[in-house]
């Protein structure tokens, strides 16, 4: 293939045990998916069909990066999350077939410039500035289901500079990750390379410039990253 301009490198992530990297699409996010977080943020749990919003793949931080601070905010937070990804096509999946096309799982975070994204909320407009941003996605490397299953429990924890921030249990999502799946693929065309943060557990908060974040789900996997100074 022949480009008008540079072409950039696809954005991808390692796999444990896999010398191959898993190449990414698109990466979904689930929003208010634990309901203590829903009430910490000022929202009703109740069991309401889930949202979606994106961010960009090229988003991605690896395990051990150092994260810039980003720019146009004063209010970073950290938001752990399972992180799903989709290894076979798939429209309008069934929940219970809804693990035949997941690939294996990851621990992530879901950063968010918390001021610009109360902006959005207050004036009803799209949630990109404060979600969408460079190095906004970090993810740890990607644990096959063929080899850890299909998580459903297990304790999914973040500790900034050492002091627990967050702390809660798989199994305390308001949807499931085959609901999500199954929500998810009615209104997109999953492929394989994308990515589903599944939501947060409560207890998020500010991450300040050179803080260290280290989150961690049971039966899945770590994640450490750094935040530097401002981009």
Not at 1 to 24: K, N, T
Not at 92 to 104: K, L, N, Q, T, V
Not at 193 to 216: E, F, K, N
Request: aromatic content about 8%.
């Amino acid at each position: 293939m022949q480009y008008v301009i540079p072409s950039w490198d696809l954005p991808s992530l390692a796999v444990e045990g896999e010398a191959g990297r898993f190449p990414v699409r698109r990466i979904y996010c689930v929003g208010r998916n634990y309901a203590e977080h829903a009430r910490e943020m000022g929202n009703d749990p109740d069991r309401e069909p889930p949202f979606f919003f994106l961010k960009p793949a090229d988003s991605l931080a690896a395990n051990g990066a150092k994260i810039p601070y980003p720019p146009a905010t004063a209010n970073l937070h950290h938001e752990v999350e399972l992180v799903a990804a989709i290894g076979k096509d798939g429209a309008e999946i069934a929940p219970e077939a809804a693990r035949d096309h997941i690939y294996g799982y990851a621990v992530g975070l879901d950063l968010t410039r918390r001021d610009l994204q109360q902006i959005s909320k207050d004036r009803r407009w799209p949630w990109d500035t404060g979600k969408s941003f460079d190095s906004g996605a970090p993810c740890g490397d990607l644990a096959p289901a063929a080899r850890i299953g299909h998580p459903e429990t297990g304790a999914i924890v973040l500790d900034v500079e050492g002091e627990r921030r967050q702390s809660g249990d798989l199994a305390d999502m308001i949807w499931s990750v085959p609901e999500i799946v199954g929500h998810l693929s009615r209104l997109f065309t999953l492929r394989a390379g994308d990515l589903i943060y599944t939501g947060t557990p409560a207890g998020v908060g500010p991450v300040l410039p050179g803080q260290r974040l280290d989150a961690a789900i049971e039966g899945v996997g770590t994640l450490s990253v750094s935040v530097g100074d401002s981009a």
